[in-house]
Every structure is written in structure tokens, then in C-alpha cells.
């Protein structure tokens, strides 16, 4: 109720045009606390109602506290793609209801578009089909975004993430690499592209599913990947990363009883750790294992939590609610595909009514945030 009057109150403000900010002075650290149990959409309509709230709201300080406490309860955010109407928004597994998000403000449709990943509360989008060169970032709570400028050449694969060690937010990248094995990185901060020494590593071929995308964790962004053997199977698998500080791309390898099977293998973020689906081999989308990296970049702390078993032919794991139950693509009762809760402690399946057509859809970690994902370069030209 405190809050509902709370919101209610600001938003008379909101409307009030004459009000002066002076009839509404409290302290800074009252300020702040009220404003953190305010929506987004409500922080972003409240910079409008004089200087004072709006320096308040998008200091560095205020953002970055903003931050620390909606990573602290992230949402899944499903993205059902490649068909039209596509889908964008959030499911709660605690509501058992979809709150869809409005449509991206920049002309493509979502039907046209991938989804690269998600990092501090920005989207990165790219096209889909044969020309990736065209590049989103979209905060879709404060409905702001960037078309980024187009890479020297046309990407195979990306990877979005954050610098996490410049002490800036929104000090966004996009690493890019082409057929050729060649890579760039972009910065938002700087609004450009360079290219990366060496390019990615032709020993080392990225693995192409529906459902292995790029993961950001620890400042990287990782991939599922293989040591390019060719016509050879039992090549090994690893995981590649590229780091943003660094700028440099790096690896580390499975499980030592993953690393030489045939099996498809999935990487994800779990309860903050580096983790791995795995098909079980000779049992193909009927089981998988979930290993999880304890200590990260160290191989020896692998762990596998589950071995989840579904009697039937085709399923695959897509991502965790907010309670660290898996989402699952799979049969439902009514007999066509659709999403699934699987709970590892009960060893349950609950299909939640949403119908997925073949190969499309992702689920992703989204964080809340009031970060605008806008150059700084830009910035500073139009001052």
C-alpha cells in the first residue's frame, strides 16, 4: 500500500507543471531510497520534473546502485524469433504470467532480427540471414537505442558485452568475427571499431546451433567450440572467450568426460556460475547433464549438479527462471511443441501454455537498468 501511494504521489508530480522541485526537498539518501523502489519507467519520467532529480537519477553513483540491486533479481526474458509475430518479454515463474515489452523503435522487425545477448540492462540485436552487419543496442525499459555503424565486414559471429574493468557502465562492446577468422571489437564509449591482432583463432571452429549463443560472464564473452579437426568427430570440445578489457580472446576446457564425445553441448550462466548442457552420448535429446564451473577459468573445478531425463525423442534446455528451475523446449501434453518448467528438486515437468515453433526461441538473463546505451562521443560532439 506505501508503495501504490508512493507511486501515486509521483506521479502527481509528474503532472503538476508548476511545481518547483524546492517544495519537495528531502535529503539525498532519502531521495535515493525512495527512488529505488520506483519502476523504471517511473525513474525515467521523473528526470523530467526538474534539474536537480534528473542530475540525481543519472549520476553514477545513482545508476550504479540501481544496478547493484535489480542484478540481484534478474528476470528471464524469452525471445521467440525467425517467425512473424515475433515475441519479446518476460515470464515469471512466481506470477506464472507473460508481460510482453514493447516493440524496439527501430524499423526492423523483430521477425528479421537475432538477439547477440544481454548486459546490464541493454539488448544488442543483430539481422539475421546473410548480412549481419546491422547492429542494435536497445535499453527496452527506458526505450532507448543505438544503431551501432556497420563493421568493416559482414559477421559470422558476435558476442556483447561490458568492460567491467573501466569504471563505466555503459561502457558497452560488440566483438565481431567474420568467415574468415578475422575480428573487431566495438565501442560504444567511442562510437568505432578497430581490429583485433591475430583475429580469432583458426584452430578453433565456434559451434553452430539454434540455441548455442554467445553467454557474457567475468567481463568475457564465451562460446561452445571445438579444435577444427575437419572431417574428424572427436575433435575437443572447449570454450572460447573474448575479453573485453583485454581485448584478447582466451580458452578453457570442458569436463574432462565431455570434452572428446559427440554430444552437443550448450553453455549458459547458473546462479552466477559458467555452466554447460550436455547431451548425454548415444542417447541423443533425450538426456542431458548440467555442469557447472565453481572456480572460473579453473578446468579441475567442473562439477556436474544434474542429469535431467525426458522420455521423449526431441527437447533441449534453453535457460533458468528467477528461482533456478530450466526452461525447456519439448512435447506437451496437447502433443506440439512448446515451453516447459523443469524442477531438478522435484524431477518434474510443467508445461506453462506457450506453443514454440521449431528452432525459435532464446531465453536470456535480462537485468533492470536506466543505463542509455548512447556514445559518449556523441554525446560530447552535440554539447
Not at 15 to 28: A, H, N, Q, T, V
Not at 298 to 309: A, G, R
Request: aromatic share 14%.
Amino acid at each position: 500500500m506505501e508503495i501504490k501511494l508512493m507511486h501515486t504521489h509521483m506521479e502527481k508530480i509528474c503532472g503538476d507543471r508548476e511545481m518547483k522541485c524546492s517544495s519537495f526537498r528531502l535529503p539525498e539518501d532519502v531521495m535515493i531510497d525512495i527512488f529505488l523502489r520506483l519502476e523504471v519507467k517511473n525513474l525515467a519520467r521523473l528526470r523530467c520534473v526538474c534539474k536537480s532529480w534528473n542530475t540525481l537519477l543519472t549520476s553514477k553513483t545513482f545508476v550504479e546502485i540501481h544496478l547493484n540491486q535489480s542484478m540481484r533479481n534478474p528476470r528471464p526474458l524469452l525471445f521467440r524469433h525467425g517467425i512473424s509475430p515475433s515475441y519479446l518479454g518476460f515470464y515469471s515463474t512466481k506470477c506464472k504470467e507473460f508481460e510482453d515489452l514493447c516493440d524496439p523503435p527501430f524499423r526492423t522487425q523483430l521477425a528479421d532480427l537475432d538477439v547477440v545477448g544481454s548486459c546490464n540492462g541493454v539488448l544488442c540485436f543483430c539481422s539475421n540471414g546473410s548480412d549481419r552487419s546491422l547492429i542494435y543496442l536497445w535499453n527496452p525499459l527506458i526505450k532507448k537505442y543505438m544503431t551501432l555503424p556497420r563493421p568493416s565486414l559482414n559477421p559470422r559471429y558476435l558476442g556483447f558485452g561490458v568492460n567491467s574493468v573501466s569504471g563505466h557502465l555503459d561502457d558497452f562492446k560488440v566483438v565481431t568475427i567474420s568467415v574468415n577468422a578475422d575480428a573487431e571489437v566495438y565501442s560504444l564509449r567511442s562510437n568505432s571499431w578497430k581490429n583485433i591482432a591475430y583475429g580469432f583463432p583458426r584452430s578453433i571452429e565456434i559451434n553452430r546451433s539454434h540455441i548455442n549463443s554467445s553467454v557474457f560472464l567475468n567481463g568475457s564473452v564465451h562460446w561452445c567450440a571445438r579444435f577444427s579437426c575437419y572431417h574428424d568427430n572427436s575433435c575437443p570440445w572447449l570454450i572460447v572467450s573474448f575479453d573485453f578489457a583485454k581485448e584478447i580472446f582466451q580458452t578453457v576446457m570442458m569436463p574432462y568426460d565431455l570434452s572428446t564425445d559427440d554430444a552437443d553441448k550448450y553453455l549458459n550462466v547458473f546462479d552466477g556460475y559458467l555452466c554447460v548442457f550436455a547431451t548425454i552420448p548415444n542417447n541423443t535429446f533425450r538426456s542431458y547433464e548440467l555442469w557447472v564451473m565453481k572456480e572460473y577459468g579453473l578446468t579441475e573445478s567442473w562439477t556436474k549438479l544434474y542429469t535431467i531425463e525426458k522420455p521423449q525423442r526431441i527437447w533441449w534446455p534453453l535457460g533458468f527462471t528467477e528461482r533456478g528451475k530450466i526452461f525447456i523446449r519439448g512435447e506437451c501434453r496437447h502433443g506440439g511443441y512448446g515451453l516447459l518448467v523443469y524442477n531438478p528438486h522435484s524431477d518434474t515437468f510443467k508445461c506453462i501454455g506457450v506453443h514454440l515453433p521449431y528452432y525459435a526461441i532464446q531465453v536470456l538473463n535480462f537485468v533492470e537498468s536506466i543505463i542509455e546505451p548512447v556514445s559518449q562521443s556523441l554525446i560530447l560532439s552535440r554539447s
